[in-house]
């Protein structure tokens, strides 16, 4: 775990909570200590755009000129991504599919994935999600049904075939090895003072967060209260054993929105996608809106 | 069918094939698909259960984006929907892209689910609106997704049906191979053959497909079009006004 020295301990816990983390407790950051807090080279997974993702800190990735870092989309990749690649930022991208969903293909990764530049590993949503489960799981692999017979395990060297060892027929399944990433990186509606974060009913950041090394969130807002008291809200509620490090970034899944707080910006997203198929209006929207540091919250 | 959208005529086509089942599964970005396992909803008296991903309203799911595929590997979902950039005569479908993998000439999208659920939801229908021989190709430059498998794999799903802009086909798992089952108006055996780039089966006297009944269409043009609106809003009002 690299953390920036300059953070300090989440201030204070709420009044008669006895909740007592094993430490290191979760860490209050900046979004520019989220980006310090990811070195050159991480393997980091990401939520789709319909899920909650941290654009904020990924302008501020960009912005810190991150190189070589690999991407796993859990199970896709999409406006995150693309910006990524296009500022040069990503080495290689594991993913079911790249795309920016009803705005069409994904501009930048199509440039770079056709210039050989970029490392793509196609997968499957399943083959994904299992990766991230046999990590939680602490074990190697996971196997999986389907896959045999497709050019995706064709091209897969890490996809193993292997035996059902409780069939007394011959029966294959493809195994899945764990992915483990150095890092989650998402967006939520809120985290408390404990480090827990509520993410509501979209559980694969519950899954990135168990399997990830170190898992660094960014949130509308920290609130008051222990959102582990209410059975209600803490189903939906990731504890901070598991999150390293929590910014507040208000409106920080702009342009891509986040499900149940705010929508998609519709008309930034159009326009990104018209620009970034070009590399001068890449590099347009890059200065126009990724370059500015934000004002301080 | 001078007062039925080609939409509209491709919803009935699909709902049609969805009539007996228990619980269907609609895929992102797919509102044929997904107007028509509501249609088949609204005929069915409450018992489909209909899981349109992307939906606020619609969607059950709890458990993340790997519930879809559990439930599949259940087999607690009958019908779901897959399409391609190329399909050949094996129903082999290809997200991936045109050219030789890794170094492709057209990238594409990417394969999403399709290498696992093709396997797995025992009516698997294939729909693409654009027929035409770059789409129905010979054989896949990349199988996302095999359309039959080798004796002793593992496979309680696949290919059911591939509907079309021009027709439906069939396919048959022994023959491996599709069968022309029905010719949308100002389409004949000859039209769809040159559009084709796979050769298929069919027999002397291909029929018309059915257009919707005067039911089906007030449901898809009222209850359907709004319950389809929340998703896809744009096609709901180009479609239905």
């Given at each position: 775990?690299?953390?920036?020295?300059?953070?300090?301990?989440?201030?204070?816990?709420?009044?008669?909570?006895?909740?007592?983390?094993?430490?290191?407790?979760?860490?209050?950051?900046?979004?520019?200590?989220?980006?310090?807090?990811?070195?050159?080279?991480?393997?980091?997974?990401?939520?789709?755009?319909?899920?909650?993702?941290?654009?904020?800190?990924?302008?501020?990735?960009?912005?810190?000129?991150?190189?070589?870092?690999?991407?796993?989309?859990?199970?896709?990749?999409?406006?995150?991504?693309?910006?990524?690649?296009?500022?040069?930022?990503?080495?290689?991208?594991?993913?079911?599919?790249?795309?920016?969903?009803?705005?069409?293909?994904?501009?930048?990764?199509?440039?770079?994935?056709?210039?050989?530049?970029?490392?793509?590993?196609?997968?499957?949503?399943?083959?994904?999600?299992?990766?991230?489960?046999?990590?939680?799981?602490?074990?190697?692999?996971?196997?999986?049904?389907?896959?045999?017979?497709?050019?995706?395990?064709?091209?897969?060297?890490?996809?193993?075939?292997?035996?059902?060892?409780?069939?007394?027929?011959?029966?294959?399944?493809?195994?899945?090895?764990?992915?483990?990433?150095?890092?989650?990186?998402?967006?939520?509606?809120?985290?408390?003072?404990?480090?827990?974060?509520?993410?509501?009913?979209?559980?694969?950041?519950?899954?990135?967060?168990?399997?990830?090394?170190?898992?660094?969130?960014?949130?509308?807002?920290?609130?008051?209260?222990?959102?582990?008291?209410?059975?209600?809200?803490?189903?939906?509620?990731?504890?901070?054993?598991?999150?390293?490090?929590?910014?507040?970034?208000?409106?920080?899944?702009?342009?891509?929105?986040?499900?149940?707080?705010?929508?998609?910006?519709?008309?930034?997203?159009?326009?990104?996608?018209?620009?970034?198929?070009?590399?001068?209006?890449?590099?347009?929207?890059l200065q126009r809106h990724i370059m500015p540091v934000p004002a301080a919250a | 069918m001078s007062d039925v959208r080609r939409e509209e005529l491709l919803i009935s086509v699909i709902a049609d094939m969805l009539q007996d089942l228990n619980h269907v599964a609609v895929g992102a970005l797919s509102p044929i698909p997904g107007a028509a396992a509501l249609l088949a909803r609204a005929r069915s008296?409450?018992?489909?259960?209909?899981?349109?991903?992307?939906?606020?309203?619609?969607?059950?799911?709890?458990?993340?984006?790997?519930?879809?595929?559990?439930?599949?590997?259940?087999?607690?979902?009958?019908?779901?929907?897959?399409?391609?950039?190329?399909?050949?005569?094996?129903?082999?479908?290809?997200?991936?892209?045109?050219?030789?993998?890794?170094?492709?000439?057209?990238?594409?999208?990417?394969?999403?689910?399709?290498?696992?659920?093709?396997?797995?939801?025992?009516?698997?229908?294939?729909?693409?609106?654009?027929?035409?021989?770059?789409?129905?190709?010979?054989?896949?430059?990349?199988?996302?997704?095999?359309?039959?498998?080798?004796?002793?794999?593992?496979?309680?799903?696949?290919?059911?049906?591939?509907?079309?802009?021009?027709?439906?086909?069939?396919?048959?798992?022994?023959?491996?191979?599709?069968?022309?089952?029905?010719?949308?108006?100002?389409?004949?055996?000859?039209?769809?053959?040159?559009?084709?780039?796979?050769?298929?089966?069919?027999?002397?006297?291909?029929?018309?497909?059915?257009?919707?009944?005067?039911?089906?269409?007030?449901?898809?043009?009222?209850?359907?079009?709004?319950?389809?609106?929340?998703?896809?809003?744009?096609?709901?009002?180009?479609?239905?006004?």
């Amino acid at each position: 775990m690299r953390l920036p020295e300059t953070t300090t301990p989440a201030e204070g816990v709420v009044a008669g909570s006895t909740v007592d983390y094993s430490p290191p407790m979760t860490q209050t950051l900046t979004i520019e200590q989220i980006a310090d807090a990811i070195p050159d080279g991480s393997l980091i997974a990401i939520p789709p755009d319909y899920s909650g993702c941290a654009m904020a800190a990924v302008r501020a990735l960009i912005r810190r000129q991150a190189r070589d870092l690999r991407l796993v989309g859990v199970p896709s990749g999409g406006f995150q991504a693309d910006m990524m690649i296009g500022a040069d930022c990503v080495q290689s991208v594991e993913a079911a599919a790249m795309t920016l969903g009803e705005y069409g293909a994904a501009p930048q990764f199509v440039a770079a994935f056709k210039s050989g530049e970029l490392v793509m590993r196609d997968a499957t949503c399943p083959a994904i999600h299992a990766g991230l489960q046999a990590a939680e799981k602490g074990i190697p692999f996971l196997p999986l049904r389907g896959l045999i017979g497709s050019d995706i395990l064709a091209h897969r060297p890490d996809w193993k075939l292997m035996d059902n060892p409780f069939s007394e027929t011959e029966d294959k399944l493809v195994a899945l090895p764990a992915i483990r990433p150095d890092v989650a990186l998402f967006h939520a509606a809120k985290a408390d003072r404990n480090g827990n974060v509520w993410i509501g009913v979209r559980r694969e950041l519950m899954l990135m967060a168990h399997a990830a090394r170190q898992t660094l969130v960014t949130v509308e807002e920290i609130v008051d209260e222990d959102l582990l008291a209410d059975p209600v809200i803490a189903a939906g509620t990731i504890p901070g054993l598991y999150i390293t490090g929590i910014a507040v970034a208000q409106n920080g899944a702009w342009p891509v929105g986040l499900p149940g707080c705010y929508p998609p910006d519709h008309s930034h997203l159009a326009d990104y996608a018209a620009m970034a198929r070009t590399e001068d209006g890449f590099a347009d929207y890059l200065q126009r809106h990724i370059m500015p540091v934000p004002a301080a919250a | 069918m001078s007062d039925v959208r080609r939409e509209e005529l491709l919803i009935s086509v699909i709902a049609d094939m969805l009539q007996d089942l228990n619980h269907v599964a609609v895929g992102a970005l797919s509102p044929i698909p997904g107007a028509a396992a509501l249609l088949a909803r609204a005929r069915s008296n409450g018992r489909l259960r209909v899981s349109l991903l992307g939906s606020q309203t619609h969607n059950p799911f709890t458990d993340g984006g790997k519930e879809l595929f559990d439930c599949a590997a259940q087999g607690r979902i009958d019908a779901f929907f897959l399409s391609g950039g190329q399909i050949d005569g094996q129903a082999n479908i290809n997200l991936v892209g045109v050219g030789d993998y890794p170094s492709l000439d057209v990238r594409w999208n990417g394969s999403f689910g399709s290498t696992y659920l093709y396997f797995l939801i025992p009516r698997v229908i294939l729909f693409r609106e654009e027929h035409t021989p770059r789409v129905f190709v010979p054989e896949v430059d990349f199988i996302s997704a095999p359309g039959v498998s080798e004796a002793g794999t593992y496979r309680t799903g696949g290919p059911h049906a591939l509907v079309t802009g021009r027709c439906v086909f069939s396919f048959d798992k022994e023959q491996r191979r599709f069968r022309l089952a029905s010719l949308h108006e100002g389409e004949s055996v000859d039209s769809i053959r040159e559009m084709t780039g796979f050769t298929f089966d069919h027999s002397e006297d291909v029929p018309a497909t059915s257009l919707p009944d005067k039911d089906s269409l007030n449901l898809l043009r009222g209850r359907v079009a709004d319950e389809i609106a929340e998703t896809y809003p744009e096609f709901a009002s180009r479609v239905f006004g």
